[in-house]
C-alpha cells in the first residue's frame, strides 16, 4: 500500500524550475511528511531538504538559496521548488515520512536536468 505519493519530476533544461509534491495518506494514522532525499545515478541516498521540530525549513548546505521547501499546515503535504538547476541535480528524488516509530518513503520521481 502507497503511502507517499511523488509527483513533479521530469525533463528540464539546465538554468529551469521543476517543483515537487509529496501527499501523504490519510489512510495510515498520524503519517506525516519530514522531507525530501535523492539519489543519483551510481552514488548513495542523501538528504535534500525537511524541517527542524519547530518547523523552520533547512537545507543541504549545497543546495541552499536554489531549492525551497514547504509544507501545509497538516504536514502531509509537502513542496519543493527547485530552481537554477544543474545536471548534477539529476537523480530519483524521494519523500519521506514518519508515523510513530516508523519510517516511509515514497516511490520515487525522477529528475533530468539535461539540454
Known amino acids: 500500500q502507497v503511502q507517499l505519493v511523488e509527483s513533479g519530476g521530469g525533463l528540464v533544461q539546465p538554468g529551469g524550475s521543476l517543483r515537487l509534491s509529496c501527499t501523504a495518506s490519510?489512510?495510515?494514522?498520524?503519517?506525516?511528511?519530514l522531507g525530501w532525499y535523492r539519489q543519483a545515478p551510481g552514488k548513495q541516498r542523501e538528504w535534500v531538504a525537511g524541517?527542524?521540530?519547530?518547523?523552520?525549513?533547512i537545507y543541504s548546505d549545497s543546495l541552499k538559496g536554489r531549492f525551497i521547501i514547504a509544507r501545509d499546515s497538516t504536514k502531509t503535504t509537502v513542496s519543493l521548488e527547485m530552481n537554477s538547476l544543474r545536471p548534477d541535480d539529476t537523480a530519483v528524488y524521494y519523500c519521506k515520512g514518519a508515523s510513530g516509530d516508523d519510517d516511509y518513503w515514497g516511490q520515487g520521481t525522477q529528475v533530468t536536468v539535461s539540454s
Open positions: 524541517f527542524t521540530v519547530g518547523g523552520r525549513p
Open positions: 490519510t489512510s495510515l494514522f498520524g503519517l506525516y511528511v
